[in-house]
T-cell receptor, first 115, second 117 residues
Framework: AQSVSQHNHHVILSEAASLELGCNYSYGGTVNLFWYVQYPGQHLQLLLKYFSGDPLVKGIKGFEAEFIKSKFSFNLRKPSVQWSDTAEYFC?????????????FGGGTRLMVKP | GAVVSQHPSWVICKSGTSVKIECRSLDFQATTMFWYRQFPKQSLMLMATSNEGSKATYEQGVEKDKFLINHASLTLSTLTVTSAHPEDSSFYIC?????????????FGPGTRLTVT
C-alpha cells in the first residue's frame, strides 16, 4: 500500500519569501500525484497534478511542483508567497494500478504567511 | 464545472441518534464517490468508496454497520452515522470522480462538521 509523508507540519513565512513544501511517497509503481489546498473554512481545492510527461508541473496561483522519481518526491514550490496563501496544503498520491483508484493523503502542512 | 455539494454543512446531534449527510455532484455524473473523515489538525482518512448501484467498499477499521453508505444515483451518495457517539464528532468530506474527465481526479465537497453531544 502506498503512503505519503509531508515532513513540514507547520511553516511560517513572511510575504515575498520563497516556499518549498516537501512530499515523499512510498510506492514502487506508477503514480499520479496531486497537491490540494484547504483555505480556512473552505473545502479542498486542487492546486496541481502530475500524471505523466514533464515532471515540472505548474498549477494555479503561481504554484509549481517537481516530480523526482528517483527520490519518490513531489515537492511544492512558490517563489514569492502572499498573505492569501495562508492555508493547509495536502499532498496526495494515487497508485495507477490501484483498482479502487483511491487517493492517499499526506498529513498536511499548515502554512502561515505573515503580512 | 465539477462542483460537489454536501448537506448539511454542519450538524449537532445527541448521542444515540442517527445523522444523514448528503453528497451531490451538481454538474456531472459520478460513478464513484469517496467518503473521508478529517479530525482537527489531521489529514483526510478515507472511510469508504461508494460505487453507484453497488455496495460500498469500506477501509479497514471502519464499521460498515455504523457508517451506512448509499449511492443510489449517479449524482447522490449518502452517509448515515448510526447511533452517533461523541467520538464520531469530526469533519466528513465527500469527493466524486467525473468519469468523463479521466479516472484519477476527484472533486471535493465542502465538508460536513458533525458534533455529537
Amino acid at each position: 500500500a502506498q503512503s505519503v509523508s509531508q515532513h513540514n507540519h507547520h511553516v511560517i513565512l513572511s510575504e515575498a519569501a520563497s516556499l518549498e513544501l516537501g512530499c515523499n511517497y512510498s510506492y514502487g509503481g506508477t503514480v499520479n500525484l496531486f497537491w490540494y489546498v484547504q483555505y480556512p473554512g473552505q473545502h479542498l481545492q486542487l492546486l496541481l497534478k502530475y500524471f505523466s510527461g514533464d515532471p515540472l508541473v505548474k498549477g494555479i496561483k503561481g504554484f509549481e511542483a517537481e516530480f523526482i522519481k528517483s527520490k519518490f518526491s513531489f515537492n511544492l514550490r512558490k517563489p514569492s508567497v502572499q498573505w492569501s496563501d495562508t492555508a493547509e496544503y495536502f499532498c496526495a498520491v494515487n497508485a495507477v494500478n490501484n483498482a479502487g483508484n483511491m487517493l492517499t493523503f499526506g498529513g498536511g502542512t499548515r502554512l502561515m504567511v505573515k503580512p | 464545472g465539477a462542483v460537489v455539494s454536501q448537506h448539511p454543512s454542519w450538524v449537532i446531534c445527541k448521542s444515540g441518534t442517527s445523522v444523514k449527510i448528503e453528497c451531490r455532484s451538481l454538474d456531472f455524473q459520478a460513478t464513484t464517490m469517496f467518503w473521508y473523515r478529517q479530525f482537527p489538525k489531521q489529514s483526510l482518512m478515507l472511510m469508504a468508496t461508494s460505487n453507484e448501484g453497488s455496495k460500498a467498499t469500506y477501509e479497514q477499521g471502519v464499521e460498515k454497520d455504523k457508517f451506512l453508505i448509499n449511492h443510489a444515483s449517479l449524482t447522490l451518495s449518502t452517509l448515515t452515522v448510526t447511533s452517533a457517539h461523541p467520538e464520531d464528532s469530526s469533519f466528513y468530506i465527500c469527493s466524486a470522480r467525473d468519469r468523463t474527465r479521466g479516472a484519477y481526479e476527484q472533486y471535493f465537497g465542502p465538508g460536513t462538521r458533525l458534533t455529537v453531544t
